[in-house]
């Protein structure tokens, strides 16, 4: 299977902004968690009958940004070709989704998903700032897997294996911790 093509990479945030506004969204970056809140079910209702196209390359765009810098290609190639789904279950958004030799995809097919993963808005906010791990939000039952087992571990492995303390730094223009 041919490798996967990289994509630009964008200029550092920390060379695009002055050293007290950077300190200054460190410091806010540091300080912030994701208060508890459940998005109003007339809202879901709402949003589920809208296209779910444009989220679905809002994720597929912010996939294709990490691949390769934060999100190694080799590891995730057993997710070439697998319908993936993410279902935000408070926010009525269904995103279908497939890795390709392009990289992410929204995925057109209407077959069965070979993945589901559900949660929250609130949940997968804190999952994406690493204030909380996919292991306690699956034991918790507020993360769901279904389907294909083996690449739900895919998926939690690489989510777990990504260095987010690095990122930030890097993305902030300091040292890691």
Request: proline share 9%.
């Amino acid at each position: 299977m041919p490798s996967l093509p990289a994509l630009p990479r964008p200029p550092m945030l920390s060379n695009l902004l002055p050293g007290s506004l950077r300190q200054q969204l460190a410091h806010r970056l540091e300080t912030f968690r994701v208060p508890d809140f459940t998005l109003p079910p007339t809202l879901a209702k709402l949003v589920a009958r809208l296209p779910q196209q444009p989220p679905t390359r809002a994720l597929t765009l912010a996939l294709n940004l990490a691949l390769g810098r934060i999100l190694p290609r080799d590891t995730l190639e057993p997710l070439t070709g697998r319908h993936l789904q993410m279902r935000v279950s408070d926010a009525g958004l269904t995103l279908d989704f497939t890795l390709t030799a392009r990289g992410f995809e929204r995925c057109t097919a209407r077959t069965k998903p070979d993945l589901i993963l559900s949660a929250t808005t609130r949940d997968y906010l804190a999952l994406a700032l690493r204030e909380e791990d996919p292991d306690t939000l699956f034991f918790s039952r507020r993360l769901r897997m279904e389907g294909d087992t083996e690449l739900g571990l895919l998926v939690k492995n690489t989510l777990d294996a990504v260095d987010w303390d690095g990122l930030k730094a890097k993305i902030l223009g300091r040292r890691a911790r």
